[in-house]
């Protein structure tokens, strides 16, 4: 069967619609993916700097620049804008840009529904961080929104509980969009053994997404109406159990953590082969080790929660099938260094940001193995190494997928090459200090720092120092991505249709032009 | 915009452009707005009332709208695959919902109560901190919360009311499958009947479940401040109402177009949606059958 849109012989509709209506009314899947890849850049630096008064505020011991109260709604509200309102959303726009050329459909599936999961984004963000100026200002219990302190914030609390809503709903109505248009819209001829990795990768998140979003719906529903209509869900006066949400919380956090991860791995699968000039290695094998993750990740939520109570047979469970997710975790990074093996490399920024990706989220694999040990995790549990571990594995891990992809495909969708040395230089200044900024605070964590706080022991002010100078740096070296990709935007050599000739990169989006025009595969390709 | 598209098999209907997506995401925000001013006291609750309104429209204008193009025949099997798919993983996405609140009735029925009740390593808290509480489910925990000044509260026997809900749900069930074979052989008029039947009995169970509240409200000590068992009892069988609610206003849609002469044996996409809807609000309502009235 052939796709082709029904709009294709009227020529007015070819192109985009003028001015703003354009982005509001918009149902091209290329004009939704800009709009979330923009947002999510945006919501990037509004997070990053909630991360600059951190590390300002830790920079000396004592209380330098904001009140305690203050410093907790940072680190909270930080959290929540990273995960939800960038990472995310990132890897959403990458999906919608890039899923319809890769499987050589002429849209998402539910063109209209894209269009609404993308729009509910700045509304929810609008609620959260307007929490920052109501009574009592913005959440500051952590972003994992434990009861029963949530419980106590002003009126920052339903706000914070509605945000949530929002996002959840654009998230599953994004992931049911993802799904349908993967399993519906393939170009006859791509079998599933034959989808690109993004593509495979991006499956299996969106089935996460679409299992988990409603849990967290109905957790933070529980702790609306335990707050304002008397239930007692987890309250023990009542019947109920605070602990019960943490393991309703987790049940979802711990499939969100893969949601984060997971396209990233896609990604990584894209470049590597591409700048080893070799196929990926052992590529049936990635797409069963992302499904055993994905598999696995049901029933390792307990690890979140070692300290908090639990019968010892259970910590036992939770440590051990944690420990498994290491085995399908190292079968790719071997198959990854494998595709290098013997391969004719080649540096450009997609590639440098990939390997950066395969060294960095491995040392946070690692200290993720380390965390899993329960006994260890008894010493290291609410320190700084847990705020190492996850951020090696969210910052030069899913970020630096993200970024690797922008380098790897924005000449597809802009028809311009970037200044590859203001590219090159973005990756050595954000990989340098990168790890200043958080391989300290493995030190600091062991040597017993608690995280979530404004102020420390004087003992931990040197690796402070250090890591706050990394985070400067590091936040800094951000406003050349944002400058190299405004001047792609507006300009720059053009892109010719395989952007990276010499490599002669596979798959379906190579074959139209770049920039790709606002109609792509209007009629299916064949794939063979 | 007016464009006269020939329907034709071989083209994705892609809309060029369209306004209920941003309308949409400004309503639900309207909603909540108007939701978040009430619980913080900001405005009265009438500050609910715009959002609710915006939202009918809502519905009422991208279903219209989806509508037309349908029997405009713009749409090809491709988009009905599109759709039925959509569908199916929308109600996934619900199941996990329910899925969240069976788990917290599941895990305070089984863990929370012998923990309050000092087994294993809880001997101390069960005496220092909760005065010796034995707990068997039902209960309403170990301060014993409800309405009443002595803590007591009674039960919705199962084999009253609910049963008769449950008996109401399953014919709907089976009404609604007759409706759908009498689509299949084109017997429009046996399809009218057992439709209309189908949101009847709906209408009939939301209305029974309303008096069963009633009742509980005011005669049994039983709400929602009742301790775990009030809580659990009703968000799980609210939530489900609401469903039971939402999939009949949708059978009466389906009703409305099947009299206008909407859907083919081939093509009833909208009818197929709303049944396995309605299958799934009914098997949720077997869970809470079992779970919640009767063991």
């Known amino acids: ?528 | 915009m007016a464009h006269t598209h020939a329907p034709n098999a071989d083209h994705y209907y892609v809309p060029h452009s369209s306004p209920w997506p941003i309308y949409g995401s400004v309503t639900l925000f309207t909603v909540m707005a108007g939701a978040i001013s009430t619980l913080n006291g900001w405005l009265p609750v009438w500050s609910l009332l715009p959002g609710f309104v915006m939202l009918a429209g809502l519905f009422i204008f991208w279903f219209g709208t989806v509508i037309e193009e349908s029997e405009a025949g713009r749409y090809n099997m491709a988009v009905d695959r599109s759709f039925r798919m959509g569908m199916m993983w929308f109600i996934f996405s619900e199941v996990m919902f329910f899925a969240a609140f069976f788990g917290a009735l599941f895990y305070a029925r089984s863990l929370v109560m012998p923990w309050l009740s000092g087994e294993g390593t809880k001997m101390l808290t069960n005496v220092l901190l909760w005065g010796n509480y034995h707990g068997t489910w039902p209960t309403n925990g170990p301060a014993a919360l409800g309405p009443r000044a002595d803590g007591t509260y009674e039960t919705v026997p199962a084999l009253g009311l609910p049963a008769l809900n449950t008996a109401i749900l399953l014919t709907s069930g089976i009404t609604i499958t007759i409706a759908h074979h009498a689509l299949l052989r084109g017997y429009r008029r046996r399809l009218a009947i057992f439709l209309a039947a189908t949101f009847l009995l709906g209408f009939t169970f939301v209305v029974l479940q309303a008096t069963e509240y009633h009742e509980a409200y005011t005669r049994l000590g039983l709400q929602l401040g009742t301790g775990i068992y009030g809580s659990t009892f009703f968000m799980l069988t609210g939530f489900h109402g609401l469903h039971v609610t939402v999939g009949a206003i949708m059978l009466v849609v389906i009703w409305v177009r099947v009299m206008k002469g909407h859907f083919t044996p081939e093509r009833h996409f909208a009818f197929e949606a709303v049944a396995w809807y309605w299958h799934f609000v009914d098997v949720v309502w077997l869970g809470l059958f079992i779970f919640v009235y009767w063991l």
């Open chain 1, 1 to 528: 069967m052939a796709h082709a849109i029904d709009t294709a012989h009227d020529a007015h509709d070819a192109q985009p619609a003028a001015g703003i209506k354009r982005w509001l009314f918009a149902t091209n899947h290329k004009d939704i993916g800009t709009m979330y890849l923009v947002f999510s850049l945006i919501m990037f630096f509004v997070g990053g700097s909630m991360a600059m008064v951190i590390r300002a505020e830790l920079f000396e011991p004592g209380l330098q620049f904001v009140d305690p109260g203050f410093f907790n709604e940072m680190t909270t509200m930080h959290a929540l804008v990273m995960i939800f309102g960038a990472v995310m959303p990132a890897f959403v726009g990458l999906a919608n840009w890039m899923i319809p050329l890769q499987v050589g459909a002429p849209d998402m599936a539910l063109p209209r529904m894209n269009n609404f999961s993308f729009w509910l984004l700045p509304f929810a963000f609008t609620l959260l961080l307007s929490t920052l100026f109501v009574p009592g200002g913005a959440p500051a219990g952590g972003w994992t929104m434990y009861p029963p302190l949530v419980l106590q914030f002003g009126d920052s609390f339903p706000m914070l509980i509605f945000a949530v809503h929002l996002m959840g709903v654009s998230s599953i109505m994004g992931a049911i969009n993802v799904i349908v248009t993967i399993l519906n819209m393939r170009a006859p001829g791509m079998t599933l053994l034959k989808m690109p990795l993004f593509v495979w990768t991006w499956l299996i998140t969106a089935y996460l997404l679409i299992a988990v979003m409603p849990v967290l719906a109905g957790a933070v529903t529980m702790l609306l109406t335990d707050h304002f209509f008397h239930t007692s869900f987890f309250n023990a006066a009542g019947g109920g159990d605070p602990l019960m949400f943490e393991h309703i919380f987790w049940f979802f956090g711990h499939p969100e953590v893969y949601i984060m991860i997971l396209p990233a791995f896609g990604i990584i699968s894209e470049i590597i082969p591409t700048f080893s000039r070799k196929p990926l290695f052992g590529a049936t094998s990635m797409i069963y080790a992302t499904a055993s993750i994905a598999f696995l990740s049901f029933i390792v939520w307990g690890h979140h929660m070692f300290v908090d109570g639990m019968p010892l047979s259970a910590e036992m469970f939770f440590m051990l099938s944690t420990m498994l997710i290491a085995v399908p975790t190292g079968v790719k990074v071997f198959n990854w260094t494998a595709t290098m093996w013997r391969g004719s490399l080649s540096f450009e920024p997609p590639m440098l940001f990939a390997l950066g990706f395969l060294f960095m989220f491995t040392i946070g694999g690692f200290s993720g193995v380390m965390l899993a040990m329960v006994p260890a995790d008894f010493q290291y549990n609410q320190t700084y190494f847990v705020v190492a571990h996850f951020h090696y594995v969210l910052v030069p891990g899913a970020v630096f997928a993200i970024m690797g992809a922008v380098y790897y495909w924005i000449p597809k969708w802009t028809g311009h090459m970037y200044n590859m040395t203001l590219a090159k230089t973005h990756f050595w200044l954000s990989t340098i200090f990168v790890n200043v900024l958080f391989f300290p605070q493995h030190f600091l964590g062991l040597a017993g720092m608690p995280r979530r706080i404004p102020d420390y022991a004087v003992q931990f002010t040197d690796w402070n120092m250090v890591s706050s100078i990394g985070g400067f740096g590091f936040g800094l070296s951000q406003i050349l991505f944002a400058i190299a990709i405004i001047q792609c935007v507006r300009g720059g050599r053009k892109a010719s249709a395989m952007v990276w000739n010499d490599a002669a990169p596979t798959g379906l989006e190579w074959t139209i032009p770049s920039p790709a025009p606002y109609h792509s595969f209007t009629t299916a390709p064949e794939v063979h």
